[in-house]
């Protein structure tokens, strides 16, 4: 059976991939003026994992990244304390959070696709270079359990 260490082309794929899909989503991020604080984009993260049988890849954010990806549907307001924090960041006065939370909950928030568009639009890319990674990986290991043999 394989082992993490006969994956190395194929690991080496996923971290390569993993960087580029990172580095697009904090462009997405930055063209659209959808940095406050720094806190999303810094969050942003790959973790690549080996459980025996499979590797992984997976991103992770800040919760509140769904909004930002997703948007948010009108109908409740919005956290205030996080709203007044980012008033707080954008160098709004404070009587802004009010009729900020108020538009929030009649209009909802438009999405700026960054996260599931951007693993997305790259998945194609991955699999013909996971392809031809796990190829050689296969070959090696093949080749290793041959020459342990004879």
């Known amino acids: 059976m394989m082992q993490e260490k006969d994956l190395i082309n194929t ?29 999303l984009i810094n969050s942003l993260r790959y973790v690549i994992t080996f459980n025996g049988q499979d590797l992984d890849i997976d991103f992770e954010m800040e ?8 948007g948010r549907k009108p109908g409740k307001f919005p956290n205030i304390g996080a709203l007044s924090k980012w008033v707080g960041i954008r160098g709004l006065p404070k009587s802004s959070i009010y009729p900020i939370a ?7 928030i438009e999405p700026t696709p960054f996260f599931e568009s951007t693993i997305q639009n790259n998945q194609n890319k991955l699999i013909a270079d996971l392809s031809e990674a796990f190829a050689l990986d296969l070959d090696n290991f093949i080749q290793k359990r041959i020459s342990e043999k004879f």
């Open 11 to 39: 690991k080496m794929v996923l971290q390569k991939w993993g960087y580029e899909v990172i580095s697009s989503m904090r462009d997405i991020l930055i063209s659209q003026n959808k940095v406050a604080s720094g806190n």
């Open 102 to 108: 108020k538009k929030i909950k009649e209009e909802g």
């Open 63 to 70: 919760d509140y990244g769904q909004y930002v990806d997703k």
